[in-house]
C-alpha cells in the first residue's frame, strides 16, 4: 500500500474561488462578456443543488489530485480522495461514486475540451489536426456517464489551480487569484472562456443529456437486419448506431442507422 503522505494544500483556496465564482452572478462585477461566460458554466454544470453541493465536495479535495492511489498496481483501487471522502468527511456510496468518477476522468475532460477549441482557434504553432464532431463529443459523454457535468467541474478546478493561487479578496466579496508567475485575474477569465466555448456547444447541440439516449434500433432489430445471432458483437453495432444518431439528431427514421451498421458490418466480429 502506497504511503499516504501529506499533500500541498497551497492552492486549495485557488479551488474554492472557481467554485465559488462560477456559482454566484458575476454581472455585477465584470465585463457583459465574461459575465456571459460565467453564465455558460453556470447554465451547464448547475442545474440543480446538487450540483453545486458536489462541486464543493470535489473542491474540498482538490489538493489529492495528484496524489497517487492507496496502491498504485491495482486498477481497481480507490484514489486516496475516495477514501478521503469516505473515511474522513463520511460522504455518502454516492457521492463518493462521483468523486471517484471525476478523478477519473477529469483529465480526459481537459483534453476533449482543449482539442475542440483548438479546431476553432487553430495557430501557425497548434495548427488544428482534429475535428471533434458531435458523435465524438456524445459518445465521450456516454462514456463518462450521467456524472459528467461533476467531470468537467475537476477539470476547470484543476486548470484553476495549476494556474493561481489565493492573493487578496476583491471588493470584499470575491477572491482575486493571481498566478504564481504573476498572471492576472484574466487568465483565470479565460479558463472559464475555454469551458464557456466547449459547454455552450454541448449545450446548442442538445447534447447534455447524451448518457441517456436511447438507440433506435436494438440489439435483435440489428441481428435481424444482419442475417446473424446477437452477440459479443452487438454491443459495437449499438455504438454505431449510436454515433449515426448523434450525427443525425433530427432523424427518427431507423432505416438511415441500420445501413450505417451495414456500410460498416467489417469492423463487426460477425459469427
Given at each position: 500500500?502506497?504511503?499516504?503522505?501529506?499533500?500541498?494544500?497551497?492552492?486549495?483556496?485557488?479551488?474554492?474561488?472557481?467554485?465559488s465564482?462560477?456559482?454566484?452572478d458575476?454581472?455585477?462585477?465584470?465585463?457583459?462578456?465574461?459575465?456571459?461566460?460565467?453564465?455558460?458554466?453556470?447554465?451547464?454544470?448547475?442545474?440543480?443543488?446538487?450540483?453545486?453541493?458536489?462541486?464543493?465536495?470535489?473542491?474540498?479535495?482538490?489538493?489529492?489530485?495528484?496524489?497517487?492511489?492507496?496502491?498504485p498496481?491495482?486498477?481497481?483501487?480507490?484514489?486516496?480522495?475516495v477514501?478521503s471522502?469516505?473515511?474522513?468527511?463520511?460522504?455518502?456510496?454516492?457521492?463518493?461514486?462521483?468523486?471517484?468518477?471525476a478523478?477519473?476522468?477529469?483529465?480526459e475532460v481537459?483534453?476533449?475540451?482543449?482539442?475542440?477549441?483548438?479546431?476553432?482557434?487553430?495557430?501557425?504553432?497548434?495548427?488544428?489536426?482534429?475535428?471533434v464532431?458531435?458523435?465524438?463529443?456524445?459518445?465521450?459523454?456516454?462514456?463518462?456517464?450521467?456524472?459528467?457535468?461533476?467531470?468537467?467541474?475537476?477539470?476547470?478546478?484543476?486548470?484553476?489551480?495549476?494556474?493561481?493561487?489565493?492573493?487578496?479578496?476583491?471588493?470584499?466579496?470575491?477572491?482575486?487569484?493571481?498566478?504564481?508567475?504573476?498572471?492576472?485575474?484574466?487568465?483565470?477569465?479565460?479558463?472559464?472562456?475555454?469551458?464557456?466555448?466547449?459547454?455552450?456547444?454541448?449545450?446548442?447541440?442538445?447534447?447534455?443529456?447524451?448518457?441517456?439516449?436511447?438507440?433506435?434500433?436494438?440489439?435483435?432489430?440489428?441481428?435481424?437486419?444482419?442475417?446473424?445471432?446477437?452477440?459479443?458483437?452487438?454491443?459495437?453495432?449499438?455504438?454505431?448506431?449510436?454515433?449515426?444518431?448523434?450525427?443525425?439528431?433530427?432523424?427518427?427514421?431507423?432505416?438511415?442507422?441500420?445501413?450505417e451498421?451495414?456500410?460498416?458490418?467489417?469492423?463487426?466480429?460477425?459469427?
Amino acid at each position: 500500500m502506497a504511503e499516504v503522505g501529506r499533500v500541498d494544500t497551497k492552492n486549495w483556496r485557488a479551488a474554492y474561488s472557481c467554485v465559488s465564482q462560477c456559482t454566484c452572478d458575476q454581472t455585477d462585477f465584470v465585463s457583459p462578456e465574461i459575465a456571459r461566460n460565467f453564465a455558460i458554466v453556470k447554465s451547464v454544470l448547475f442545474i440543480d443543488s446538487e450540483d453545486e453541493y458536489l462541486s464543493w465536495m470535489i473542491s474540498a479535495l482538490a489538493p489529492w489530485l495528484d496524489h497517487p492511489s492507496m496502491d498504485p498496481t491495482s486498477k481497481s483501487e480507490l484514489s486516496i480522495a475516495v477514501v478521503s471522502a469516505r473515511t474522513a468527511l463520511k460522504l455518502s456510496n454516492k457521492v463518493c461514486e462521483v468523486i471517484g468518477g471525476a478523478f477519473a476522468h477529469f483529465r480526459e475532460v481537459i483534453s476533449m475540451k482543449d482539442t475542440f477549441n483548438q479546431q476553432l482557434r487553430p495557430t501557425a504553432a497548434s495548427p488544428s489536426k482534429q475535428v471533434v464532431g458531435c458523435d465524438e463529443l456524445g459518445m465521450m459523454i456516454r462514456l463518462w456517464g450521467r456524472n459528467w457535468r461533476s467531470y468537467v467541474m475537476l477539470a476547470m478546478i484543476r486548470e484553476a489551480v495549476d494556474h493561481y493561487v489565493h492573493r487578496r479578496e476583491l471588493s470584499g466579496k470575491f477572491a482575486l487569484i493571481i498566478a504564481v508567475d504573476k498572471l492576472t485575474i484574466t487568465e483565470f477569465y479565460l479558463i472559464i472562456e475555454s469551458y464557456a466555448v466547449f459547454l455552450g456547444h454541448i449545450k446548442e447541440q442538445g447534447l447534455i443529456e447524451a448518457w441517456n439516449f436511447k438507440p433506435v434500433v436494438n440489439g435483435k432489430e440489428l441481428a435481424r437486419a444482419l442475417g446473424v445471432k446477437p452477440g459479443p458483437w452487438t454491443g459495437a453495432a449499438l455504438n454505431m448506431v449510436m454515433e449515426w444518431q448523434l450525427r443525425n439528431p433530427d432523424s427518427t427514421d431507423s432505416s438511415g442507422a441500420l445501413e450505417e451498421v451495414k456500410s460498416r458490418v467489417d469492423e463487426l466480429a460477425l459469427p
